[in-house]
Structures are given as structure tokens and as C-alpha cells.
């Protein structure tokens, strides 16, 4: 294993340093905590918190900062953050109004994230929350009941963030991320698994000629091992698998955003996009706003996914499109 590390069992602790001395103009770090928060208050803001396991960068603590997060709490490596760290989050992001929990479709998150919203209630701290579900290649896995969350998690961020911006209330916040839940949908594929630091190799093998469709961002398994193909044939078969739970038209807007995995050259991540494009050109299906990079990764993962938001509420693109700041979403 080849990594630019000290110690393994300190990478998270000294990232959380690293990324908060880079952007201490943005955010700070909750002292004797793993809780990311934004150094611009607003009191009678509703607060919105996510987070997770570690290894996502930049999810979720780059999408912390004005128009965004309010806060992130980060886990180990793909393991989720403790109730108590999350309760953490919570009171950093508390502006009087509540906050909203945006939490990703895994065993552990759920389950911690609710027993912090449980304590963080018991301290008169008004606490909602909206479980993101957008990946359709499996309904279960090693890490879920039910779809995982995963890249379409930002779409949710920004839209909710703006929404929170304009001083919507937590009720009106955790309706809108729900009806944003419901609106996009998400696959992967990966040529080569991640690496986490302190087992020190890749968390499953594809031989050469092999790619895995549906990949989970912790590396768990897709749903099938395909030969490699070209990035005309992926995006054709991603897409499909998507049109078919969306069911879009030719009176459907839609948002695309091409998710790096880690160790994808944004050469072909846009290789990808132009595919993709073309495609969807084919069903003819409009397009208003296409989104390239890494958002959602999974440490060194070789791969990408894709995700498409339907725009069942025009108001959305103008909400993508509201200015933050945060160090991860320009």
C-alpha cells in the first residue's frame, strides 16, 4: 500500500486538521469533537447537519459554509460518527429554529444519527430528519436495509441549504429534501476498489478485462461484474437502469452530476459526460445543467457514478444554482 500517511490510525484525525487549517475563513472545529461547523451565524436559522464515515471527502465537511451545511460530523473510515459526536453537530448548528439531519441510507448512520436526534430533543433542541435512498443498483446490502444513499446526498445539501438561506422553516425543510429524495436516483461502477488505510488493501479484486456495476461507496458489491466496457456502453447502461425508475420524457428537466469515485482523471469523467449527453439527447430529454467532479468519493476508488435529479419543481435549478461558500461546491 502505497499512501501519503503517518500514522493510519491517526489519517482521520489529522485530515480534520488539515482541512480546518485550510479553510479556517469557512469553519472551525468543535474542540475535543470530529464536528466540522461554519464560523458564519445566523441566530433563527434552522441548522442542517449531516455526515458520515470518513473516506467521502469532500462529503460532507467540504459542503459546510454559507448556502450549505451548517455543520459535519466525521466518522472513522466508512463508519459512522457516534450519537454523542453527532449531538455535537447538532448544538453547533442549533440557531433557535431547529435543526434538520440529512442522513445517508446506511445501518449505522441511521441508527446513530436518531439516538442523537433523541438526546438532542431531550435538551429542548427541535430535531427533523430526511434519509437519502437515491442509489437504485441494490435494495439491500451489507451496510443497509434498503437503497444506500449516496452522491445524489449533495443534491440534497444544496438544495435544502438554500432553502434553509431563505428562512424556511424545519418543517418546510424536511418536506422539500424529502420531495428531493424522491426526485433523483443514482448508480456506480468501479474498474478498481478503495484502499482503507488500516486494513491496507483494496477491498475486492476485478481482474483486468472486469468492472462492477451498482459498487457501494464503502466498496460493498454492485449488482453484477460486467466485462470492461467502452464509456459510451457504461453510460448507456447506467442511464437505462436509471430511466427506468425515473421515467423520464421530453416534458422532464433534468440535472446530471458525473460523480468521481477518487481515482478518476476528470478526463474521463468528461469522456463520460459527453457520452451521457448524447444519449439523453437521443430520448430527447432537456438537460438544464450538467455538474462534473468529485463530490461523493470512496477513498481511491477507480470509478464514477451517475445521478439525475428530474425537476418536478422548476424553483430547484435556481436553488442549485444560489451562491455558497464552502470550500468543496463553488
Known amino acids: 500500500m502505497k499512501k501519503i500517511l503517518n500514522e493510519v490510525d491517526q489519517a482521520v484525525e489529522q485530515m480534520v486538521e488539515g482541512l480546518v487549517k485550510t479553510h479556517r475563513d469557512l469553519i472551525y472545529r468543535v474542540a475535543g469533537t470530529r464536528v466540522i461547523a461554519r ?109 444506500r444513499g449516496v452522491a445524489g446526498t449533495v443534491f440534497v445539501h444544496k438544495i435544502v441549504g438554500a432553502a434553509a438561506e431563505a428562512g424556511a422553516s424545519l418543517e418546510e425543510l424536511q418536506a422539500l429534501g424529502e420531495k428531493v429524495v424522491a426526485s433523483v436516483k443514482s448508480i456506480g461502477a468501479a474498474l478498481s476498489a478503495g484502499t482503507v488505510p488500516e486494513v491496507g488493501h483494496r477491498g475486492f479484486e476485478l481482474l483486468e478485462d472486469e468492472i462492477e456495476v451498482g459498487v457501494g461507496i464503502h466498496g460493498e458489491p454492485g449488482s453484477s461484474r460486467e466485462k470492461v466496457m467502452t464509456s459510451h456502453e457504461l453510460a448507456n447502461l447506467l442511464f437505462a437502469r436509471i430511466n427506468a425508475e425515473l421515467i423520464l420524457g421530453a416534458d422532464n428537466n433534468i440535472v446530471v452530476l458525473i460523480n468521481g469515485m477518487g481515482a478518476t482523471p476528470l478526463m474521463e469523467q468528461y469522456i463520460f459526460a459527453n457520452d451521457v449527453h448524447k444519449i439523453i439527447a437521443a430520448h430527447g430529454i432537456p438537460i438544464v445543467k450538467t455538474i462534473v467532479g468529485d463530490f461523493m468519493t470512496s477513498l481511491d476508488m477507480n470509478g464514477l457514478s451517475l445521478t439525475i435529479l428530474k425537476l418536478t419543481d422548476e424553483k430547484w435549478l435556481d436553488m442549485l444554482d444560489y451562491p455558497v461558500v464552502t470550500s468543496a461546491w463553488k
Do not use: W
Not at 442549533?94 to 434538520?100: C, E, I, P, S, T
Not at 430533543?121 to 427541535?126: F, G, T, V
Open 39 to 147: 464560523n458564519d451565524k445566523r441566530p433563527g436559522k434552522v441548522g442542517l447537519v449531516s455526515g458520515g464515515g470518513s473516506g467521502h471527502e469532500p462529503a460532507h465537511a467540504g459542503y459546510v459554509g454559507k448556502g450549505m451545511l451548517s455543520a459535519a460530523v466525521c466518522g472513522d473510515v466508512f463508519t459512522s460518527p457516534t450519537p454523542d459526536q453527532i449531538l455535537e453537530g447538532i448544538k453547533a448548528a442549533d440557531q433557535g429554529n431547529g435543526v434538520l439531519l440529512i442522513v445517508k441510507n446506511y445501518t449505522g448512520d441511521v441508527m446513530n444519527f436518531e439516538m442523537a436526534a433523541e438526546l438532542a430533543e431531550a435538551e429542548d433542541i427541535r430535531v427533523a430528519s430526511v434519509l437519502v435512498n437515491d442509489d437504485i443498483a441494490v435494495e439491500d446490502s451489507s451496510f443497509t436495509t434498503g437503497r
